[in-house]
């Protein structure tokens, strides 16, 4: 069975300052890794996914993500934040070939950018 | 495309209710599931289908049912509701396959259940 852990449950930044947030995972098989943005009161939408090949994965709005195999990590990274990226941030995991589309998803992260 | 609709919105219904979510996708996606979100928890899949006819059960099914006749439509039923189902619910639809499709999410329904 896989497992996500997202290390920070709120993470408080100031605009223009660079934010991480931390994801680890845990997985018998291969896996593919994807990362959820939810705006207030919406549904989730896609951030970025990694599936195979370069580790560095870059997504909408500036953000980009690291895959680490051997510390089974894929943090969120932005060099420098805006107000409007407030939002709870998910990483997710499914397991890469046969069932991916079954995601396993981390308890989440609220990021809160303050002026 | 309209994408992921669910209907309602919102709802309140009292214990041993009944009631059907809607989800529908207009996008021809083989798979759909539902998923439920409470604070602190994170999304936790309930059942999913992978095609008309096919259903099968994620990590949290207990008190619900699904089924699914069309590609389209994905219904999530709660046969007798409890207090523990107060959540929000969100549906969701993607290719199915080996290619680490991205899920679209529907809007969500915040049921309340006093």
């Known amino acids: 069975a896989q497992s996500v852990t997202q290390l920070d449950s709120q993470v408080p930044v100031f605009e223009e300052a660079p934010v991480e947030l931390r994801c680890n995972y845990s997985s018998s098989v291969s896996v593919y890794l994807f990362w959820y943005v939810q705006y207030p009161n919406q549904g989730l939408q896609l951030l970025l996914k990694y599936l195979s090949g370069s580790t560095l994965v870059k997504g909408i709005n500036g953000f980009e993500a690291e895959f680490n195999k051997s510390q089974t990590s894929f943090h969120l990274r932005k060099p420098s934040v805006h107000i409007s990226d407030t939002a709870e941030y998910f990483c997710?995991?499914?397991?890469?070939?046969?069932?991916?589309?079954?995601?396993?998803f981390g308890k989440g992260t609220l990021l809160t950018v303050n002026p | 495309n309209a994408g992921v609709t669910q209907t309602p919105k919102f709802q309140v219904l009292k214990t041993g209710q009944s009631m059907t979510l809607q989800c529908a996708q207009d996008?021809?996606?083989?798979?759909m599931s539902w998923y439920r979100q409470d604070p602190g928890m994170g999304l936790r899949l309930i059942h999913y289908?992978?095609?008309?006819?096919?259903?099968d059960q994620g990590e949290v099914p207990n008190g619900y049912n699904v089924s699914r006749s069309t590609t389209e439509d994905f219904p999530l039923r709660l046969l007798s509701a409890a207090p523990s189902q107060t959540s929000v619910y969100f549906c969701?639809?993607?290719?199915?396959?080996?290619?680490?499709?991205?899920?679209?999410f529907g809007p969500g329904t915040r049921l309340t259940v006093t």
């Open positions: 997710a995991v499914s397991e890469g070939g046969g069932s991916n589309y079954k995601l396993t």
């Open positions: 969701a639809s993607s290719l199915s396959g080996t290619g680490g499709y991205e899920q679209y």
């Open positions: 289908s992978v095609g008309a006819g096919i259903t």
């Open positions: 996008m021809n996606h083989e798979y």
